[in-house]
């Protein structure tokens, strides 16, 4: 159940500020209500729902405070998880790193790339270096951020082919084994994806802001000129 309703949020099926009726989906699936009561506690758990006076269980709304935290958080997790990861990947998972970025690259100028196939194929690039970081706690942490990314994308405007130089230039350092610059790389490409949805290169101060002088990245800080 809880794949089921986490995959229709996921995918925009239901959209921000959707109701989840309990009984409805439990008449729809044919199943107990208990099940379905479950799976809300696990979205609720995950950020996806949320409980709102006098509406009952719904959606998660979408704004660019979310999208703003949510970067902050990745920028952290992920870069930690590249880390880790680089040093540990075979030949063999960096060549299918570059197998699935020339995928990428080859499907980018498709109508529907970026409403799903885009966010299949990322998060299985990134995936290959993050599970070879061996942190089964911090995989967690990046497969719950990275549904509400992959969710957050189906609302703003973003150019799927941005990822195409830093995946690059990930797999490079991979093969090179410099795992600060694998991870320098994936914190560069989670905030241009930022400010590519946001429509601007301002960073306002909060968590962001924080991550970003935490990681030593004042430059970006700064803004445009």
Not at 6 to 20: C, D, N, Q, S
Not at 138 to 155: N, P, Q, S
């Amino acid at each position: 159940m809880y794949r089921i309703l986490h995959g229709r949020i996921v995918t925009g099926e239901l959209a921000p500020g959707t109701r989840i009726d309990v009984d409805a989906l439990a008449a729809e699936l044919d199943m107990s209500r208990t099940p379905v009561r479950e799976a809300i506690l696990q979205l609720a758990s995950a950020g996806l729902v949320e409980r709102q006076a006098y509406r009952g269980t719904v959606v998660t709304g979408v704004n660019e405070s979310r999208l703003e935290e949510v970067t902050a958080l990745r920028i952290t997790i992920e870069g930690l998880a590249t880390e880790l990861g680089a040093l540990r990947l075979t030949n063999d998972d960096i060549e299918r790193m570059a197998t699935i970025q020339d995928q990428i690259e080859q499907m980018g100028e498709g109508p529907e790339f970026s409403f799903g196939t885009f966010n299949d194929l990322n998060r299985a690039f990134h995936d290959v270096v993050y599970r070879a970081a061996d942190a089964p706690v911090l995989l967690r942490l990046i497969d719950i951020l990275g549904a509400e990314a992959d969710r957050i994308r189906l609302h703003f405007q973003l150019t799927p082919t941005l990822a195409n130089e830093f995946h690059r230039a990930i797999v490079d350092a991979c093969r090179k084994r410099d795992a600060v610059a694998a991870r320098d790389a994936t914190r560069h490409h989670l905030l241009e994806a930022y400010f590519s949805m946001k429509g601007d290169r301002r960073i306002p101060p909060g968590p962001l802001a924080a991550t970003l002088a935490e990681c030593g990245m004042t430059a970006e800080l700064e803004g445009p000129a």
